[in-house]
């Protein structure tokens, strides 16, 4: 009776899978895997940017356009919201505020070392950011339905100071602790907002976005003192920055299982 028992069970199992199989090439048509190409998919995406930065209000007194290089992670989910979280790192070599260094100038506007040769000094501008961004893709243009017009808002925090760099390394006054009397440092709470185009390839294989971006930071300065003016900054600052930013994005698909409709 057992072994009858078993014999038909196996029976039973043998034309299951037989139907299951029939079902699976008669519905073959009606297979569908979810793809960035037709379907609106949540995943996490890295990034990395590279941009083009000037500034204005108050940031435009002391320096002028430059560079902004920096990573991103962002999280868009199957509603193309997303959230990001961004680090720049931003610089150039066109300091505005070129007179800070002139109390230790000679006569002849010669900086000297201790050595009594005249001391080469270069200013850059030096700074970062971090940023907390939500926003949206709307697909009205693009290839598929993550892609499109992607509008964000955010905030975070802005940091940024004059670069001295004497190369000599003999100058007493531009040494150690006494450089922090002239570089200005200055940071302070941001907000931001961007505009632009978020590109996810059907193929995966093209993943960009470009866009213009502007980031308007609410700062002081946080030394004690400046030693060329002899008195401590403590006004209130605005300095804005807009940028012109190109990220290529580097998303992480979550495998799609494959659905099955039987008609």
Request: glycine content about 10%; hydrophobic content about 40%; aromatic content about 14%.
């Amino acid at each position: 009776m057992r072994i009858c028992v078993v014999h038909s069970y196996f029976r039973a199992m043998k034309k299951l899978f037989g139907l299951l199989v029939f079902l699976f090439f008669l519905s073959n048509n009606g297979i569908c895997q979810r793809s960035v190409k037709d379907s609106t998919l949540a995943f996490v995406s890295l990034g990395a940017n590279l941009g083009l930065q000037t500034p204005f209000a108050d940031l435009s007194d002391r320096f002028g356009y430059g560079g902004l290089v920096g990573g991103e992670l962002m999280l868009k989910t199957k509603s193309n919201l997303t959230f990001e979280g961004q680090y720049g790192f931003f610089f150039g070599n066109k300091v505005k505020e070129d007179t800070i260094l002139k109390p230790l100038l000679t006569s002849q506007n010669f900086l000297i070392n201790r050595e009594g040769e005249p001391a080469d000094v270069f200013l850059n501008e030096r700074g970062f950011l971090i940023n907390g961004k939500v926003g949206k893709i709307f697909p009205v243009i693009g290839p598929n339905p993550n892609s499109g017009l992607h509008l964000a808002v955010g905030a975070g925090f802005m940091q940024h100071k004059i670069r001295i760099l004497e190369q000599s390394q003999k100058v007493p006054q531009l040494l150690g602790e006494y450089i922090k009397g002239y570089d200005r440092l200055t940071n302070g709470f941001m907000l931001s907002q961007s505009v632009g185009y978020s590109h996810f390839s059907n193929y995966k294989l093209v993943n960009y976005y470009i866009g213009f971006e502007i980031h308007e930071a609410f700062t002081q300065n946080r030394r004690s003192l400046n030693y060329d003016t002899g008195i401590k900054d403590d006004h209130n600052r605005l300095d804005i920055m807009g940028s012109i930013i190109l990220r290529w994005y580097f998303p992480m698909y979550k495998r799609q299982p494959q659905e099955f409709y039987f008609y």
